[in-house]
């Protein structure tokens, strides 16, 4: 099989994807269901159908677009991203992975193979969590990780009912409808850019992803007593924000704590009541993100931290209390699709180098019903969700080369 990537194609389409944004060229802002991302998903649907594809569309809008393989029974195998940008964003953060899959169906079509599974491509809603607070809001559906019951509770930033906002982007069916399988899909593929300098500064093409690291997201809410900055005697306060304070340094420890590289953790937000210069602090929320590729260690370090802020709240008699907003499990590569991306590799003689995806995925809720892999490419300097988010024409007709054989060997 001889495979030619159109890359002049590729980037054009790439470049024309781009011009359609809420931002002025080259940033990109496409926010999910704005009229904006719905005339890329029309500009991307009549892309798929003059390519021969049969789509169709969920009730959420992950978009599939279909080659159909020579045994209609069989599982497909899967791949694709997201398109939606956060507000002045980049051109190929998501769309490396749409149009590089498109890209990859084409070629495969023009050498004259015909795959014995279904090939789909994939354009999941929502993997931004701008709009709804909550990422990956189309895979995770698709997964089961969110129900129907849980997204019809959700408001978007304005405090728009979700319904709502689906109901106005001419989103209809059954949210109950979203959810596929485990074994409906054979194998799922997805190609993105790095989002981290690792590839570049090594100057290897290629990465293959082995684990995705999951965040978990927390509240943490100090509660003390306010009064007036002059009145309150030092010794008589119960300073909410001193007690936060604290907490934050503790979760800095326990991270570094915690012996792998690979366990991150960040304080985000801190909003103080009533903020006022002259008025101690009576209350404190605070956010906590958490990740870690492996899950046990994100517990420990996790119970590390709310033992620490007990023995805070102890000591200063302020109150803390845990909420969890969010917390996914880590998820690890199918080897069947990583040794079929490493096959490809070595066919060209590219080098590649494992590694850990730090940023979640759409990929890591596929996992959770189809063997999944991850194809990353370099970008430069690591930067993404930026305008000069940038990946080099070669980077990007490699890992469509390599996505295309991938494809290649896991529907024949
Ligand atoms: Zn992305």
């Given amino acids: 099989m001889n495979l030619a990537i159109n890359q002049d194609r590729l980037l054009s389409e790439i470049e024309a994807l781009a011009q359609i944004s809420d931002a002025e060229f080259p940033a990109v ?17 009549a892309k798929c159908s003059e390519q021969g594809l049969a789509v169709r569309q969920d009730a959420i809008g992950n978009i599939f677009a279909r080659w159909t393989g020579t045994d209609e029974t069989a599982a497909p195998v899967a791949t694709g991203s997201h398109i939606d940008a956060i507000p002045n964003a980049g051109k190929y953060d998501g769309v490396v992975g749409v149009l590089g899959g498109l890209e990859a169906i084409r070629a495969l079509q023009h050498s004259g193979f015909r795959p014995t599974r279904s090939i789909e491509l994939i354009l999941f809603t929502s993997e931004e969590p701008t709009r709804f607070g909550i990422g990956c809001l189309g895979s995770r559906m698709l997964s089961g990780a969110l129900t129907a019951e849980a997204a019809r509770r959700l408001t978007d930033a304005s405090g728009q009912p979700f319904e709502r906002v689906r109901e106005k982007a001419d989103m209809h069916g059954e949210l109950e409808l979203v959810q596929l399988k485990s074994g409906h899909f054979h194998a799922f593929i997805e190609l993105h850019i790095e989002q981290g300098p690792l590839l570049e500064r090594a100057h ?79 209350r404190v929320r605070l956010t906590l993100d958490l990740r870690d590729t492996d899950l046990p260690r994100r517990d420990k370090v996790l119970s590390t931290i709310e033992n620490k802020s007990r023995h805070v709240s102890e000591k200063r008699g302020v109150s803390i209390q845990f909420q969890i907003i969010n917390a996914d499990a880590p998820a690890i590569c199918s080897s069947a699709v990583t040794d079929a991306v490493i096959r490809s590799c070595n066919k060209h003689n590219l080098p590649f180098q494992k590694m850990v995806s730090r940023a979640y995925h759409d ?47 896991l529907s024949h």
């Fill in 363 to 409: 990929s890591l809720f596929m996992s959770r019903i189809t063997p999944t892999g991850m194809l990353f490419i370099p970008c430069r300097n690591g930067y993404s969700h930026r305008p000069d988010e940038f990946a080099s024409p070669e980077d990007i007709s490699r890992g469509t080369l390599i996505l295309a054989e991938t494809l290649a060997e």
């Fill in 29 to 45: 802002t496409r926010v999910v269901f704005t009229p904006t991302d719905l005339k890329a998903r029309t500009w991307l649907r």
């Fill in 204 to 282: 290897v093409p290629l990465g293959i992803v082995e684990s995705i690291a999951a965040p978990a997201s927390y509240q943490l809410i100090a509660e003390g007593t306010g009064g007036h900055a002059g009145g309150v005697l030092m010794t008589e306060r119960k300073d909410a924000l001193c007690a936060a304070a604290e907490i934050i340094l503790k979760v800095e420890e326990a991270a570094l704590a915690s012996g792998s590289p690979d366990t991150v953790a960040t304080v985000g937000i801190c909003d103080v009541f009533p903020a006022a210069v002259n008025s101690i602090p009576s």
